[in-house]
């Protein structure tokens, strides 16, 4: 090509060669495939929670409501009915349950993850390996003894039992993903500051805790939605119906009401909803905790 | 302003020494240079001077006070980091004002303080910035401002121009070497680059290993080094060393190498060379001190070009002699070629001698 | 000057090893550290270390149903031979592996795969992660009643789609049959946790350093050979700990199989934990729910080994003080 071409002043223009599009192609249709499987069950969920009961209970199904209504929701929210009345106490119960338990696991864990990641003391590795390790085991295997130890405490039926279970769950990736976060500050800032006169108690709050808050934002999203998930624990240590959490206030109410099922629709969705949208808002600052703490290379 | 002095100061990790019996006694207002190769133990020293890491055995004294319990900042020290460590989160000035309101200054002398320093160091136009909006001779600047923003007995600078482009860091070199007269400072300042020691410091402290191997002034450590490391450290390019052996016949000391070539001694060298603990002696010139011949002449020993570097006003020219490799410098007139061969003649009141088994400069009493 | 000389020949003396402190004079120094990890360590030593003990104990005797601890019996290793001896047991040993390999399959690749589909910029593409993100998000029991609800027999969305799409003549009976039972399950399983793989897969995929991909681009390899030579090796540690922490998950699932079929129909969805539940909770047979939970033990410590390692890798290398 090149050689039949020696005499001529203009050089020949290649034509850029594009990759071919093969790739991109298959990831839009993937992905669209992908949000149809993931939004279906939802979407199916939302409809039948507009439905009456008659309406849901039709072969084949109503796939858009002939005459939507939002009566299952005003049946859930209204705090006169026997029925609104109960979901409302499930839902502060699973509040009060899940705050409490993110904020002792942040209290617990922020020092913890600190020293982990700065301190080298004998035995560091095995305590951090054993911490590690708690989530390998299934609920299941704590359940009897703990059912025994909360017995022992006095919190059998108590929000206390739950919150101190909880705390071992969420702790090990708390103190994981802190850890990480605490890992990339480099200790020359530290020294810094304990230069410039601060003790290493104020290095560490003016420095490093302010560095590290997307971390503690994300530790605290996840030990919330833990916490506000959980279920054998709820369905094991309380039988108290007041004490109830939201998944077995829910659990509850389908064994009552086997076929009402635009009201159980209904209330998972409003179950759904404050995880759903703590995540969603805060979900930057989690995946931001996995990119910079957990998973390097 | 207070002087500072380590005494026996040792500092291990596991069986690893990174500071080994560093004794030396900084004087008020000097500026110290701390110098030597990576991993030689050069931060290890500052950061125990500084309380960073808690020390192994020894005394540290800063003033007229053994420091060794007291927490960094209770010392009275500035420190600059290797890597600057600017708070990210902080905006310059906060990052200057943090250590006068650690001391619970009054907010109104501390907005005078940090605009003071920040005039002195030109960058009262980056106070609102944060550190990852700044270039990097800019973050320099911050890094030393944080340090003069207070006024400590001494200040421990860490490599402070090590992420320099070459003109700023000339440009740097001589801004802290003025700080340093104007203030009257004491200064320990690390790094390993021998010329910015010998440019800007009142005496250079030279440690190898963990271990401090001469302390002394640039010109003395330069001109009478005291052992091979030192010898090769200090200066660029490095000193030639040739190991050769030592014979003697008709009571005339020669360094013989193995080639068969001698190089007869003067009466002053050969009763250094007495002192030797074997046969094994290393003779040591400066480029400067070697001068090169075409053609072989009395006192003269053959060696072969290996190769030529011309920049300009002067020709480095590395040659092969008895199996070491010789650096000598030459003026641009000089002509030479690689594989050329050629005769060396060596300043007999200007060549160094170490023992070959000690690595010990040999001395003539 | 002698100083100096003494210091210059100690540095060849062999054997001159400073004197390392004994282990107790190194926990006194560092008494301040672990303050630190006090209180988690106390949460975690109360919670978990006492209850293992206390299933190791219990996996030895024949306790009464009531629980009433000072009648139960020294029985040896009884209630494990009954458990390896005993039919149920490799059929719930055989449904879990199906459970959780297929399980942990699939949702690796679909996670995998969202996580590359999403590794570009494009509008909306924070709402399309936070939307596939979701599933992971909301409760497994909420999952577990709306699923059920789709594959419900007679009213479920998914067989009348079937049906209506001309696929299947009659509604399809996924949940109350035994031979789909399980595989419907696994579809429920895949769709809640499939974003977990994506998540930390896109975690991983953004320490991926553009240079490489620069570098490989300038030496003619195409997006399938970047793909393949670039950025999968560099997956590697991740892929490692998300296939681990899924195989771990779906080993010990509960939520999903309890809620939507109870183990049934006729055990084809029993699965080790609900089984240990089973034989613990409503058959009050203590002391072989325990050597169950101390089998599954032993299994999780040699994953947990694994785990432990994929997660410290490089862990020692970073310095502190
Ligand atoms: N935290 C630590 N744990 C173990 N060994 C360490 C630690 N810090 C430093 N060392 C070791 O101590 C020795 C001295 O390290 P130091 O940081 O003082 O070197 P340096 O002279 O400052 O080198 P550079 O010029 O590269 O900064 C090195 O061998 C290093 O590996
Ligand atoms: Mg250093």
């Known amino acids: 090509m090149t050689s039949e071409t020696v005499n001529s002043a203009e050089p020949v223009r290649v034509a850029r060669r594009r990759g071919i599009d093969g790739w991109r192609w298959a990831g839009r249709i993937f992905l669209t495939l992908l949000v149809g499987f993931t939004i279906m069950p939802m979407f199916w969920m939302v409809i039948t929670s507009l439905k009456t009961g008659f309406a ?7 796939w858009w409501p002939a005459s939507p209504t939002l009566d299952n929701y005003w049946r859930l929210l209204d705090p006169n009915g026997s029925v609104g009345r109960d979901f409302l106490r499930y839902f502060w119960n699973s509040m009060f ?4 338990t993110t904020v002792l696991a942040v209290l617990v864990a922020v020092p913890a993850a600190y020293a982990f990641s700065r301190f080298r003391f004998p035995g560091r590795n095995f305590l951090f390996f054993a911490i590690l390790l708690r989530n390998m085991f299934p609920a299941v295997v704590f359940l009897v ?10 919190l059998v039926n108590t929000h206390g039992s739950l919150i101190l279970t909880y705390l071992t769950f969420g702790l090990p990736l708390a103190i994981w993903l802190l850890k990480g976060f605490y890992d990339n500050i480099p200790i020359q800032l530290e020294q810094a500051a304990r230069i410039d006169g601060a003790t290493r108690f104020q290095a560490f709050f003016h420095i490093v805790m302010p560095l590290s808050t997307p971390g503690i934002i994300a530790t605290s999203i996840y030990s919330f939605i833990g916490a506000w998930n959980e279920y054998i624990y709820a369905y094991t240590f309380l039988t108290r119906h007041d004490q109830m959490t939201l998944p077995v206030g829910i659990q509850r109410f389908f064994s009552e009401n086997a076929t009402d099922w635009p009201g159980l629709m209904a209330a998972t969705f409003l179950m759904s909803v404050p995880v759903v949208v703590l995540f969603l808002v805060l979900q930057k600052y989690f995946v931001r905790a996995l990119t910079e703490g957990a998973v390097k290379h | 302003m207070a002087q500072v002095v380590l005494k026996d100061l040792v500092k291990t990790y596991g069986s690893v020494y990174a500071a080994k019996d560093v004794s030396l006694t900084v004087n008020d207002g000097e500026f110290v240079a701390l110098v030597g190769p990576s991993g030689c133990g050069k931060t290890t020293t500052l950061n125990l001077v500084a309380g960073l890491i808690p020390i192994t055995s020894g005394d540290i004294v800063i003033g007229d006070r053994i420091v060794n319990d007291l927490d960094p900042k209770d010392r009275d020290i500035a420190m600059v980091f290797q890597n600057y460590a600017l708070y990210p989160q902080k905006t310059v000035f906060q990052n200057l004002a943090f250590p006068l309101m650690m001391r ?3 907010k109104d002398e501390i907005d005078r303080k940090v605009r003071e320093a920040a005039k002195v160091l030109d960058i009262t136009h980056l106070l609102e910035r944060k550190p990852r909006e700044l270039s990097g001779g800019q973050q320099q600047r911050v890094a030393l401002g944080r340090a003069l923003v207070r006024d400590p007995a001494v200040f421990l600078m860490d490599e402070p121009l090590s992420n320099l482009d070459a003109k700023l860091r000339v440009q740097m070199r001589s801004e802290i070497k003025r700080f340093h007269q104007d203030l009257n400072a004491t200064i320990i300042y690390v790094t390993h680059d021998q010329l910015e020691a010998v440019t800007m410091a009142d005496k250079m402290a030279v440690m190898n290993g963990g271990l401090l191997q001469q302390y002394d002034t640039p010109a003395n450590v330069f001109a009478n080094p005291v052992n091979m490391f030192v010898a090769s450290f200090v200066g660029s390019p490095a000193m030639s060393l040739v190991p050769l052996e030592l014979s003697s016949s008709n009571g005339q000391s020669a360094l013989t190498s193995a080639e068969g070539w001698s190089l007869p001694l003067s ?8 002192g030797a603990s074997s046969n094994k002696v290393v003779l040591g010139a400066r480029h400067s001190t070697i001068n090169l011949h075409k053609t072989q002449m009395p006192g003269t020993v053959p060696a072969r070009v290996y190769t030529v570097e011309p920049t300009g006003d002067i020709t480095f020219v590395q040659a092969f002699l008895a199996g070491a490799i010789v650096n000598i410098s030459l003026p641009p007139s000089v002509v030479v070629a690689p594989d050329e061969q050629v005769w060396l003649e060596f300043d007999q009141d200007r060549i160094h001698l170490f ?3 000690t690595e010990m400069a040999l001395r003539a009493d | 000057m002698s100083s100096v000389e003494k210091q210059a020949i100690f540095r060849d003396v062999p054997g001159f090893v ?3 402190p004994s282990f107790g004079q190194k926990i006194w120094r560092s008494r301040a550290d672990y303050l630190y990890v006090a209180p988690a ?30 009648d139960k019996q020294f029985n040896g290793i009884d209630n494990y031979v009954t458990i390896l001896t005993s039919p149920v047991f490799w059929k719930v040993t055989w449904q879990t592996i199906v459970w959780t390999v297929l399980s942990t399959f699939f949702a690796f690749l679909l996670g995998l795969g969202a996580a590359l589909a999403l590794h570009r910029e494009f509008v909306g593409r924070a709402l399309l992660r936070g939307l596939l993100l979701i599933p992971w998000v909301i409760s497994a029991v909420a999952a577990s009643y709306v699923w059920k609800w789709l594959y419900h027999s007679d009213f479920g969305a998914i067989g009348a789609a079937l049906v209506q799409l001309g696929i299947t003549d009659r509604p399809i009976n996924f949940i109350d049959n035994s031979t789909s039972a399980l595989y419907s399950l696994i579809v429920v399983n895949v769709w809640k946790e499939f974003s977990f793989a994506m998540i930390m897969l896109m975690a991983g995929l953004q320490t991926v350093p553009d240079s490489l991909l620069r570098a490989a681009q300038v030496d003619g390899a195409n997006p399938w050979q970047r793909f393949w030579h670039v950025t999968f090796p560099h997956l590697s540690g991740v892929s490692t700990v998300t296939i681990l922490l899924l195989v771990v998950q779906n080993f010990n699932s509960f939520i999903i199989p309890f809620i939507m079929t109870g183990g049934g129909p006729v055990g084809s969805t029993q699965i080790w934990i609900t089984h240990i539940y089973e034989l613990a909770f409503l058959r009050q047979r203590w002391g072989v729910g325990a050597a169950y939970a101390v089998l599954l033990f032993i299994i999780m410590m040699t994953l947990g080994y694994f785990y432990v390692r994929a997660l410290t890798r490089g862990d020692e290398s970073r310095a502190g003080a």
């Open chain 2, 267 to 274: 009466e002053r060298n050969a009763r250094k060379v007495a």
């Open chain 1, 145 to 154: 003894p703990l059912f025994i130890l909360m017995r022992v405490l006095g």
């Open chain 1, 56 to 62: 849901a209970m039709q072969y084949p199904p109503q």
């Open chain 2, 355 to 357: 023992d070959g088994q």
């Open chain 3, 18 to 20: 400073p004197k390392r």
């Open chain 1, 97 to 100: 349950v899940s705050v409490a």
């Open chain 3, 41 to 70: 360590i106390l949460v975690m030593l109360v919670v978990i270390a006492y209850p293992i003990y206390y299933t190791i104990e219990l996996s030895f005797f024949n306790t009464p149903a009531s629980l009433s601890l000072a």
């Open chain 2, 104 to 106: 619970k200054l009054p």
